[in-house]
């Protein structure tokens, strides 16, 4: 016996109901998605603003206390001008920064300010070939 033309049409109406309401979910999901989107760059944007802002507080400890150890050894006659220029050049190549361009900025502004002369990095010895 063949099914009825009523029993098939809760099925009809229902995959009909599904093809129309698909678009409507999907455009829903897509919205959510952008959202997070949206919501994860806002979040980077203020993790990188802190921790840039983190780093130059830090650096700004670091020149300070820089400051603090040159005010020291210019005022000890025990101390060498060339011992005092050494220990300062050291701190200064020990400064635990990542960033090149806020250390290079540092390091200028250290010689500016206390006309230390900063020794560049090493670098690496060249290779010749034979």
Known sequence: MAPSLRADEPRLDARRDRKTRKP??????RARINESLRELRLLL????????EASERFAAGYIQC???V???VS???AIEGATAAALLNHLLEAMPL???ALRE???EMWHRMFRVKPVPPPHEPAVTRA
């Open 24 to 29: 409507l979910v999907e455009r829903r999901r």
């Open 45 to 52: 944007a203020d993790g990188e603003r802190l921790r840039r």
């Open 66 to 68: 820089m400051h603090e």
């Open 70 to 72: 040159h005010t020291f």
């Open 75 to 77: 005022a000890c006659p």
């Open 98 to 100: 990542h960033e090149g």
């Open 105 to 107: 900025l540092l390091a």
